[in-house]
């Protein structure tokens, strides 16, 4: 399985951007979960929003109401769309797949960087 993460890049507070993950090699994207996390320098990589097999979803409490996860099974994709983006959203995101939408499986993406400024 292959996770390749795109759409990071440099914006202003206040700013959006739209992440996009695709899978090579998932001969069963549709029956895992897909999560978002992200990792800011000296910091723990965190989980920023999961996505069940079934569609349910799981944000951390600091992006609810701004990001927003989802899926398309056809064509093996999820992205995370953010709104309202704020420095403290500054961090490289990696998406993962896995059983469970709350916590990661075993796969995961490169990374693309996300620079808020202020």
């Known amino acids: 399985v292959q996770l390749q993460a795109s759409g990071g890049g440099l914006v202003q507070a206040g700013g959006s951007l739209r992440l996009s993950c695709t899978a090579s090699?998932?001969?069963?994207?549709?029956?895992?979960?897909m999560g978002w996390y992200r990792q800011a320098p000296g910091k723990a990589r965190e989980l920023v929003a999961g996505?069940?097999?079934?569609?349910?979803?799981n944000y951390a409490d600091s992006v609810k109401g701004r990001f927003t996860i989802s899926r398309d099974n056809a064509k093996r994709a999820v992205y995370l769309q953010m709104h309202n983006l704020k420095p403290e959203d500054t961090a490289v995101y990696y998406c993962?797949?896995?059983?469970?939408?709350?916590?990661?499986?075993?796969?995961w993406g490169q990374g693309t960087q996300v620079t808020v400024s202020s």
């Open positions: 993962n797949t896995g059983t469970s939408y709350s916590t990661p499986g075993d796969y």
């Open positions: 090699g998932h001969k069963w994207f549709s029956a895992y979960a």
């Open positions: 996505i069940s097999r079934l569609g349910n979803t």
